[in-house]
Nanobody
Framework: QLQLVESGGNLVQPGGSLRLSCAAS????????IGWFRQAPGKEREGVSC????????YLADSVKGRFTISRDNAKNTVYLQMNRLKYEDTAVYYC??????????????????????WGKGTLVTVSS
């Protein structure tokens, strides 16, 4: 059974940093994209950053470029989201998601296309002073 378990969410002050982790297990995709989405209160879920399993190609939303970094440890089946210089507007529940790779990493990370097949339960990131 495929499982995605997120961790690392917390309360942090503006300008601070957090690292989210997503441990994946039970999947059998040969080529896949795994990444992070977020949903703030009253807003649509949006793609934040995704990474392709085979070549490490990444996508970062414009709102987080220069501040967030996605990385993976294939041996541990874990993907990380390093978040620096956090802003109030980064407050959201962050979800890990995975799906078989087709198209582009950007389209896979665009929640309008509903390309991801499995989702974690989410971890809350609150940016507040």
């Amino acid at each position: 059974q495929l499982q995605l378990v997120e961790s690392g969410g917390n309360l942090v002050q503006p300008g601070g940093s957090l690292r989210l982790s997503c441990a994946a297990s039970g999947f059998t995709y040969d080529y896949y994209v795994i990444g992070w989405f977020r949903q703030a209160p009253g807003k649509e879920r949006e793609g934040v950053s995704c990474i392709v399993s085979s070549d490490g190609s990444t996508y970062l939303a414009d709102s987080v470029k220069g501040r967030f970094t996605i990385s993976r440890d294939n041996a541990k089946n874990t993907v990380y989201l390093q978040m620096n210089r956090l802003k109030y507007e980064d407050t959201a529940v962050y979800y890990c998601a995975i799906g078989p790779f087709f198209g582009t990493v950007q389209s896979m990370c665009d929640n309008r296309y509903r390309a991801m097949e499995y989702w974690g339960k989410g971890t809350l990131v609150t940016v507040s002073s």
